[in-house]
Each structure stands twice: as C-alpha cells, then as structure tokens.
C-alpha cells in the first residue's frame, strides 16, 4: 500500500464511522443536547427501556423480520436452483427480471404499489401485509447469495451421491442443502437486516397498530435529534457488528466464502 | 443432474413457487398502479375512481376501463413542480454519483491492494455500516450538520469560521447524505473486480515503463470498469427515488420524485396522483436498469 | 445388485452403435465396445475426444441420442443414475467436504437394507483395502492428495458394483505418487475381479494400467487392444504418435526386382520392411513409415540411412539425437546406451541403421 492508498483508506473509513461514532459517544451524554457534552450517563438507556411503545415496535420489527426472512430464504433458494439447474427454461428473461428488479426498485413504488394492491383484494393491513411486501424484495437478495454459491458448487458431487444410489430428494437434502447452508444463512440474515432496516415500504403497508422500529423511530426523528434515539441507535450498531464479526469469524473458519 | 431427473411436479414446483408470488406481489401490484394513475382522486375510502367493482365480474372491470382518464398526467405536465423534481432528482442522483466515484475508487483500490490477511477485515468495516440500520445513519447527520451541529461548532472552535454554516436543509446536506449512504454499495462490487485482478498486470505495465498514473489509466480502470459502472449504476438507480434522505437531510424545500410521491400520498391523500409520480419514476429509471442488467453481466464475467 | 446369469463368453457391459449429440457437435459417434468381465480397460485419448461423455453415458449422467448400452444382457436406457449397477470415480473426487471419511464411505451403504453394525464393518474393511486405517473422523480437505485419491476409490467400490468407471483417477497426483497407485489400483483390481474403465489421457498410464486400450478421437474409436499392439502395430498414424514419440517417413510403394516391395522415400528407397501391412496395395500407393526413434539405431542395419547429427540430448537413462537426412527431413534417434567418445558430433555425418520389423507401415 502507498500513501495515497493509506489516505484514501483513512479518510474512507472516518467518513463511513464518524456519523457512527457521534451516535455513539452522545448516547452516553448526560445533556439533552448534542452539541454539549456535560458527563457520562447511561440515563437514556433507562429511557430507552421503559419506552413501551419502542419496545413494542422493536418486538413487531423482529417479528415481521424473521417471518419474511424465512419465506424469502425458501423463495429465494427455490429460485436460485431454478435459474442454475433448469437451463434455458421458456420465460427465463422474464424470472430474472422479476427477481431483482424488486431489488433496484425504488423503495416508494415498491410501497405504494403493494398497498395498492391489498386495498384492491381488500386485504385488512397490517404484520401480515408488511410480512408479505418484505419477503417479495428479500427473495432477490437472498437469490443473488445463494446462487452465487450455487454456481461455485462442484456438480460431480451431487452425481456422486446419485452415482452412489441416492434418489434426488436423498442428494437434495444430504448434499445440496448441506453445502449451500453458509450462503443460506447469509441470505436468511441479509432479508432479516433488509426486512429490520425497512421505513418506506412498511411506511405504505402497514395498518392501525402495526408500527415497526423504523416507523416510530422515524416519527420521533422528524422532531429533531433525540438522545433516546441515540441509544437505541448503539444498540443496533452493537448487535449488527456482532452478527458481522460472527459470520465473518465463521466463514473464516469454515474456509467458506463471505457473504455481501 | 440430479434435479433434472427429479419428477416433474418438483421441477416445476422449484419454478413456479418463486414465480407465482413475484407476479402476484411485484408484477401485479405494477398494472394496478398504472391503471390507479388513470383514476381520479375522490373523498373515498378508497380514496380514488374508480374502484374495481368486484361483484361485479367482467362488467366491473369494463366499466372501471371506460373511466379512466389522463388528468393525472396532464397535471404533471402543467406543474412546473413535477419538472424540476424529475429534473433535480436526476441531477441529485448524477451529482452524489460523481462525488461517490472519486470518494470510492481510491478507497477499493487501497483495499484490493492491503494484505491477503487484512481485506476481510476491511471488507467487514465497510460491511457493517450497510448492515446497520439506513434511517439511524442519515439521522446521525442531523447533528453533525445542523447550524449548532458538532461540525459547525467544531470548525468555530478551530476559528475556520465565524458564522455557522448553513449546511442542513441545502442541496449538500442531501448530496453528503447520499453518498454517505450508498457508500458501500458502489465499494463492494469494485472491490470484488479489483481483488482478483491479476496483480501481474500492473507489474507487467510498470516493467513496461508506464508510470503509476498510466497504469491505473491503462490497466487498473479499463479492467475494473464493469464493476465500477455496476456499482455506479447500482447508487443511481436507488437515489433516484429515494425518500429519506432528501426527507429527512434537505428539507422541505428540497423537490425529488420519492418525496413528492410521499407528500401526494401521505400529506395530501391523491392516490392518483401519486400513482401517476411512480409511474414516472419507473420510466425515469427503465434505462438505467437495462444498462445495470448488462454492466451486471459484463462484471460477473469479469468475475470468472 | 443380482444380474441374470451370464454364460462365460457374455460381455458384461455392451455398448451398441451409440451416439450422444451436444447440439450440432458429435461427442461420441456411434461407438459399439464391448467389456468383459474382471476386465481393465482404458479409454485413451485427447481431452475432447468423447472418452469422458462415453464414461458419462454408461454412469447414467447422460443419455444417449442413439444406441444401446447394457449391463449384464440387461438394458440400462430407462435407469436413472442412482438405481444402475455401476460406479464412478469422479475426476475430482467429488468427496462429500461436509462428511467425514466414514460418512464418505457410508453414504452408498445406505439404502442397501445394511445394519448399521455392518455399514461399520464395511467401512473397516473397505479403508483397510485402502490403507487408510484410522482416518474415518478425517474430513476430506484434510487428507493428502493420495489419500483422498484413496478415499474415492474406496466410496465407489463400496456398493460392491461389477463395474466401476474411473475418470482420470491418478490425473490430480504427482508423478511418483502416479506411478506408485498405478500397482496399487491393478492389486484392488485383480484382487476383486471388478470391471474397471478407465478414462485417461496419459498414454503411459494407459499402458501401466490396462488389459486393453481403447483410442478415442473426435467421439470415434480409432484402434483398440493390448498396449504392446497399440504401440508396435498402430492402425493410424494419431495412434501411432498418441502412444509415444515416433518417426512418420514419407513415402510411395513401390515394386523392385519384381517381387521385393519397397517404399520410395525423399531420401532414398528402404527395401527391408514388413510385409504385412499394405500387402496388396498397388504400387505408387501414399504411404508413412512409422519407427520408434528407439529402434532407430546408430550405424548400419538392414535399411541403412545416412544424416547430420544435428543435436544430442543426454536423458540419463538414454541419448536422443536429432538427425537431419539430405532432404532436410528431420528424424529422432533414441539410444539407451550412452554413446562411445568417439562417436560422431553436433555437425557430423552419422549412420542410421534399423531392421524390417522395427518399422510399420501405415497409409498415408
């Protein structure tokens, strides 16, 4: 590495951490002000845990992440083997398209097009809905992870197994599945942070008394900075880093190849 | 092999799953939304006509047909409002590009060029920002950036300055925002190219007589190129519509489509109206998907 | 797997006028072959040439556009991979990287009615037959590349099949360990008196292994037999060149003092050769002299050349010499013996010698 390499890097990173960081550092201030740094406290994080409603919300987010991250980690596989095993299947163009087009699309017709949609059907809105419009941008992703696996996979070991006696549902299970479980759990935790991370869509399909994390975090945001939203804020940092370190210490371990 | 000899209900099975509900949540949602934005706005519930009228069978559908109409279009055109917001998402969008680019290359060049055993730990640093929640990232620059913000206060402390700049609620709270979010998209896929170019490329271009600059102009950019334009176009498209940060960082002054298509929807309830923005973002952002599908390609060949 | 009783002159595996197309490209064209039972048979040839997609159809992994294949008089057209008889070494081992060896190894036992005492019993054995005693916890990037050669030999005998198709088995090895598992796999061979065949594109292994060599090119069979009549008696010159150097002489037939045949070269006539090959072929016939630089030897002989010297290469075990003839041909000469001081150098006129059955005679 030069110095150039070494500045760019620096200066790169700081850009990327400093907002970070600032949230971090102020969620521990004693001050309602940002600005204004008069002592350590960890007050908002008592805040923070007697705000019922957040947590509730928080509790709702989870819910709704880990329901669409499921049906999108199957959808997603499903459709990962397709286009890898079925050759040059008669509306193959079109497949594609629709599964990472959600990916591109901008979040606010994404939104409003689903809501369209349920309030035609007369679908009453609410978890069920924002479960549904998750799990529909969550499939390309977790697609694109598995795939790539997918077309990293030695062929001959899944001949192997039928070479062997195995049935396809035998090799299926004991073989492909086995081996593509790394990239799955990836894509089961990109749709699961995607799905956690979401205010837009959740924003348009939502009902009464569905409000997910992002929505109420929103709601206090507009009102301007707000130290409880700091701590919060850390959390979240906290525990995403953790899933990082983990996945990527695994992967290393593993020998296996990282994910996004 | 062995799927191809899987029965044929499980075959087509693997196929149609994904397919069925990516048509009914994704595609169909789309032609809704396109027939919505030919509806007119009505103190409904739901708020536009008309409705699909679904007791109705085929009558319903036909009637509902003969009612639409352009007027949601035609506003659009006459208000000068929707111009300049196409126009100023496009340039919001192309400017924080740019400024990604040059931000961004340097970064994955030092990181395709750091020790084998340092780039999965860099590659986690600026993972992990993606990874953490987009909302919380763009509120940490309200107080960064507000007049009493740390940045003003620190640059008045440092006597840089005498008045607090304005920087919140301006075109460049909303430029930094962006390419402060989308940062790492427009890193990763670069990176992927860069790392597994042959680093005897360059070595052969220095042995060569070419100079630093020549090289990367010669050797490094063309060969990385599919990755970059992948990334670049993987930042634009998004930014295009994007809500929050022009929200949230520009204002309520700032014009870009995502916002005026909240604002339709949410402040002012026109349903057809705010169909009709969505529809107009699509077509905005059609090409540069199409050029994205094929940078895509390139750029996984690159990749073998 | 119970097979239909066989009368001893039955072949176990017939291959009849079979052909697989992949789009306009013919990777086996109409190749019938049959295998007898405790047969080792090597497919030879260049990558390319159809041997692998041969290996491929018989496994079941492809499907053929036409013809038959059948095992033990049974046809196998309608079996899917996993129900036939047969099995496969793969190329790259394909050993299951999220299995131990004894999982490996288990994996065909299961679904065979075995308990579980004596899937144990037969993993035992079978890593005995490999050698690998106490590696059954060993996940397979953990072994040497010998080892994991072993272990996917062992996976695919496990089932016991009557037929066992390698692809490229030693092609991952480094040489000594190459020439070492060349024994080791003819003792698993002989000692169980399974079929084996084997996909290869090293000649010399072909010849190190096999009962019989079969030389595929563009999905044809050229030549098939023992490796000693492959490399004395080729019926093409690819065969010829295929299993070791050789030198390819240019020439017309021609008829001397009426009944003595001789071939007409750019540098002279060669009148002591054998009769056998082109026996009847009329005179002014296109023909190429193949010889064996080994058999190529200095000084005089029954047909007696004479060239320049043109470069000698000590190989340790022999002496290869390049000789330019008058017309510029270029011939190789390979001596096991070192040569004498005084023998000629680099520049120098030298005599080549070689004897009537040294030499074949292929068409041109």
Known sequence: MTAFNRLALTLGLGFLYAPIAVLVVYSFNDSRLVTVWSGFSTRWYGVLFNDGPLLASALASLKVAALSATIAATLGTLAALA?????????????????????????????????????????????????????????????????????????????????????????FFTVTLPLLAPSLAAGFLLAFTLSLDDLVIASFVSGPGATTLPMRLYSQVRLGVNPEINAASTLLVAAVSLVVLCASWLSARKGGTTAV | MSVSTARPLGRWLVRALPLIWLALFFLVPFVITLKISFSTPATAQPPYLPVIDWSNGLQGWREFFYALDLTNYQMLAADSLYWEATLSSLVYAAAATAVLVLIGTPMALAMARARPGLQPILVAMVVVPFWTSFLIRVYAWIAILKPEGLLNATLLKLGLIAQPLEILNTPLAVIIGLTYAYLPFLVLPLYAVLSRLDPALPEAAADLGASRMRIFCTVTLPLAMPGLVAGALLCFIPMVGEFIIPDLLGGSETLMLGRMLWIEFFSNRDWPIASAVAVLLLILIVGPVVMFRGAEERREEALR | ??????????????????????????????????????????????????????????????????????????????????????????????????????????????????????????????????????????????????????????????????????????????????????????????????????????????????????????????????????????????????????NLIAGTLGLEDGATRGVHTAFGCLRALPSLALADAAAGTAVVIALRPERLQLGTGDNTLSGTLVDAAYLGDRVRRQIRMTDGTMLRASASLPGNPGDAGIGQSISLGFAPDAAWILPA
């Open chain 1, 83 to 171: 286009l890898d095993r079925h050759g040059r299947f008669t509306g193959r163009g079109a497949f594609t398209g629709l599964l990472y087009a959600p990916m591109v699309m901008p979040e606010v017709i994404t939104g409003l097009s689903l809501l369209l949609l349920f309030v035609g059907i007369e679908m009453e809105r609410g978890i069920p809905t924002i479960v549904i419009a998750h799990a529909t941008f969550g499939t390309g992703f977790v697609a694109v992870v598995v795939g790539a696996r997918l077309k990293g996979l030695d062929r001959s070991l899944e001949e192997a197994a039928a070479d062997l006696g195995a049935g396809p549902i035998r090799v």
């Open chain 3, 1 to 246: 797997m119970q097979f239909p009783s066989l009368t001893p002159t039955d072949p176990l595996l017939r291959i009849d006028r079979v052909t697989k197309r992949f789009g306009a490209h013919r990777a086996v064209d109409d190749v019938s072959l049959d295998l007898a039972a405790g047969e080792f048979l090597c497919l030879l040839g260049p990558s390319g040439c159809g041997k692998s997609t041969l290996l491929r159809l018989i496994a079941g992994f492809e499907t053929p556009d036409a013809g038959a294949i059948m095992l033990g008089g049974e046809d196998l057209a309608r079996q899917p991979p996993h129900r036939r008889p047969v099995n496969m070494m793969f190329q790259s081992y394909a050993l299951f990287p999220h299995m131990s060896v004894a999982q490996n190894l288990a994996y065909g036992l299961q679904g065979l009615g075995l308990s579980r005492v004596e899937i144990t019993e037969r993993v035992q054995r079978l890593l005995r037959l490999v050698k690998l005693e106490g590696f059954e916890a060993r996940r397979p990037d953990k072994l040497s590349g010998g080892q994991r050669q072993r272990v996917a030999l062992a996976r695919a005998l496990a089932r016991e099949p009557r037929l066992l198709l390698l692809d490229e088995p030693l092609g991952a090895l480094d040489r000594a360990l190459r020439e070492e598992t060349q024994g080791e796999l003819r003792a698993i061979q002989r000692r169980l008196g399974t079929s084996f065949v084997v996909v290869t594109h090293d000649p010399e292994e072909a010849m190190a292994l096999a009962d019989r060599i079969v030389v595929m090119d563009r999905g044809r069979i050229l030549q098939a037999g023992p490796a000693r009549d492959l490399y004395e008696h080729p019926a093409t010159r690819f065969v010829a060149g295929l299993l070791g150097d050789v």
